[in-house]
């Protein structure tokens, strides 16, 4: 998401999917982008980069959508890019983070460091907000 990368557990992702069609729904906040049926199952898609107040990157091409099943919550997340599954070293695992906004702190559980920090995400942490499920003006 913008210029920081993050990585996400894979137990707390169920798919990436290429962006789907979607249809727009009323009366919600911007960053829900809309409903998509995925193998007859309805998901909610959320624009992650406008839940935090930034925007995705124009290149749609790339984008993905992580997919959240946890509790009662089923949604899909656009992102920026999915670089793939990654390997981290256990000893470059840190808990000390950089300063992040406000925003995103509740969701950020650690980072990984490479040539760039890896910033651990949560989704499921996510999946609990409760500004994540006020989606409704």
């Keep these: 998401m913008g210029e920081r990368l993050f990585v996400a557990p894979m137990g707390e992702i169920g798919e990436v999917l290429h962006e789907p069609r979607y249809t727009l729904l009323p009366g919600v906040k911007s960053w829900v982008k809309g409903v998509a049926n995925v193998r007859g ?4 898609v959320m624009d992650l980069c406008g ?6 990157s124009p290149l749609r091409k790339q984008r993905r959508v992580l997919v959240v099943d946890h509790q009662e ?4 997340l656009t992102v920026d890019e999915v670089f793939g599954m990654q390997h981290f070293v256990v000893d470059t695992f840190s808990e000390q983070l950089p300063p992040l906004e406000a925003s995103i702190q509740p969701f950020i ?3 990984f460091q490479r040539e760039q920090a890896w910033l ?4 499921h942490a996510l999946a609990q907000h409760p500004a994540f499920l006020d989606v409704a003006y």
């Design 51 to 56: 839940f935090f107040g930034n925007e995705l």
């Design 41 to 44: 199952r309805l998901l909610p």
């Design 73 to 76: 919550v089923f949604a899909g």
């Design 109 to 111: 559980h650690g980072l």
């Design 120 to 123: 651990v995400f949560s989704p």
